[in-house]
């Protein structure tokens, strides 16, 4: 979810990318060390892969075992970091569906709420426009009071580090899911 993904790795040095370890599309030398960035997730997670791959077919020196490893440790801490955004706008779609669906309003109403709101959510271009159009869409049923949109708006009101689109698309598929699985209960 982020823009670019950018991993600071102490003492690995360019010069240890060899054979044994593949070196990244994108990498610059830092006083301390590299510094790598990825466009996005999936980049990362790739590149994880053919460190993975590489692993498994070589007999690396102990040299380049270290050197792999702080790579991978740098490669989990990014994708925690992705998991727990992931997390967040999964509590936050949860909680906005349960606020809709606990309400005390008719069914065919319930659902008309959430239809209008997913329809703003799809309108929003901006992190303050999503959570307006969210507090228009749910004003019927009352204010909006769950923990969960701090964490989730720490995250889409940060646009210089995170794609508000691929938020508010994950968003948007979170809630689908909660309403695929009300309707089958039906």
């Not at 040299?63 to 792999?68: Q, Y």
């Not at 906005?96 to 703003?120: P, T, V, Y």
């Not at 691929?166 to 909660?178: E, G, N, Q, T």
Request: charged residues 25%; negative net charge.
């Amino acid at each position: 979810m982020r823009n670019t993904i950018v991993l600071e790795v102490n003492d690995v040095f360019l010069t240890d990318f060899s054979d044994n370890i593949p070196t990244p599309v994108f990498i610059e030398s830092t006083e301390t060390g590299v510094r790598i960035l990825f466009d996005d997730i999936d980049e990362l997670k790739s590149y994880q892969q053919t460190l993975l791959a590489e692993q498994d077919n070589t007999a690396a020196s102990d040299e380049s075992v270290a050197v792999k490893a702080k790579l991978k440790s740098a490669l989990k801490t990014a994708l925690r970091e992705h998991l727990a955004v992931l997390e967040s706008i999964t509590a936050y779609a949860n909680a906005l569906f349960h606020f809709i669906f606990n309400a005390e309003a008719h069914r065919q109403d319930k659902i008309n709420i959430f239809d209008a709101m997913m329809h703003e959510i799809r309108e929003a271009g901006n992190s303050w426009e999503l959570e307006k159009s969210i507090k228009e869409s749910t004003y019927e049923l009352g204010e909006t009071a769950f923990n969960h949109k701090l964490t989730f708006y720490n995250y889409a009101h940060n646009q210089v580090d995170f794609n508000f689109e691929k938020i508010k698309s994950r968003l948007i598929k979170d809630l689908m899911v909660l309403k695929i699985s009300l309707d089958e209960k039906v």
